[in-house]
């Protein structure tokens, strides 16, 4: 596989950026400024699948992305019986994204992989996740220069795994599938949808989901070296 990779695409949430250890930090911060009293370590264990759901219906185009940030939210508080009204909900709602990069933890092993992949390949970014916060995130964790180019779901219109996606990734990069590969922790969206199109793909299998013999994974983004 080295001998004709020259590019490797990753995903950003949730396989660089730790989405979930970031998100319950910004928790923190929104509900003590609109006075929600909350143990967040509890509502992140509820918010976190809820999340999940909600970006998969986001990516099936079965939710707009106001319908996504105020949901998950409204959901979370309903699983707990915890009545907050909407004025308050879109308020955290916003408060969330303002707030999303104020705590910028990477994976462990995030920086060691990317110094030891940037000088042998070009590293790119393709994320579903909402443009207007995706380069704040790229750039106050200190990994923005790492990348080429980075291409926003958003921007293209359409959300992986939508082949769209990874091949305006592929144009903008200038670059031939055979030459690339896709790493990413979402089955569906980074995988399958790279494996789709003829993308190579490993899983960056961190939350140790089941998957099918023949897929490329790691527990720990350092071992993507028995690789690349």
Not at 49 to 59: E, Q
């Given at each position: 596989?080295?001998?004709?990779?020259t590019?490797?695409?990753?995903?950003?949430?949730?396989?660089?950026w730790?989405?979930?250890?970031?998100?319950?930090?910004?928790?923190?911060?929104?509900?003590?400024?609109?006075?929600?009293?909350?143990?967040?370590e509890r509502f992140?264990?509820?918010?976190q699948?809820?999340?999940?759901?909600?970006?998969?219906?986001?990516?099936d185009e079965?939710?707009?992305?106001?319908n996504?940030?105020?949901?998950?939210l409204?959901?979370?508080f309903d699983?707990?019986?915890m009545?907050?009204?909407d004025?308050?909900?879109?308020?955290?709602?916003?408060?969330?994204?303002?707030?999303?990069?104020?705590?910028?933890h990477?994976?462990?092993g995030t920086?060691?992989?990317l110094?030891?992949?940037?000088?042998k390949?070009?590293?790119h970014?393709?994320?579903?996740?909402f443009?207007?916060?995706?380069?704040?995130k790229?750039?106050?964790?200190?990994?923005a220069?790492?990348?080429?180019?980075?291409?926003?779901?958003?921007?293209?219109g359409?959300?992986?795994?939508?082949?769209?996606?990874?091949?305006?990734?592929l144009?903008l990069?200038?670059?031939?599938?055979?030459?690339?590969?896709?790493?990413?922790?979402?089955y569906?969206?980074?995988?399958?949808?790279?494996?789709?199109i003829?993308?190579?793909?490993?899983?960056f299998n961190y939350?140790n989901?089941v998957?099918?013999?023949e897929?490329?994974?790691?527990k720990?983004?350092l071992?993507?070296?028995?690789?690349?």
């Open positions: 596989m080295k001998s004709k990779i590019d490797v695409f990753f995903d950003l949430d949730h396989t660089l730790d989405f979930d250890k970031n998100s319950a930090l910004t928790f923190d911060i929104i509900f003590k400024k609109n006075n929600i009293v909350l143990d967040t992140s264990k509820i918010y699948p809820i999340n999940l759901k909600y970006w998969k219906l986001y990516r079965k939710v707009s992305k106001s996504l940030r105020y949901g998950r409204k959901e979370a699983a707990l019986n009545v907050v009204e004025h308050v909900i879109n308020q955290l709602a916003i408060d969330y994204i303002d707030y999303l990069t104020t705590y910028n990477v994976f462990d920086i060691e992989i110094d030891y992949l940037k000088p390949y070009k590293l970014i393709i994320t579903n996740g443009k207007e916060v995706q380069q704040t790229l750039d106050k964790s200190n990994i220069h790492y990348f080429e180019t980075v291409t926003s779901s958003e921007a293209v359409v959300k992986k795994p939508n082949p769209k996606v990874f091949n305006h990734a144009s990069a200038n670059i031939r599938k055979e030459n690339a590969i896709m790493i990413g922790d979402n569906e969206a980074d995988i399958l949808g790279a494996l789709n003829g993308l190579d793909a490993i899983c939350h989901v998957l099918e013999n897929i490329k994974a790691v720990h983004l071992d993507l070296k028995k690789y690349l």
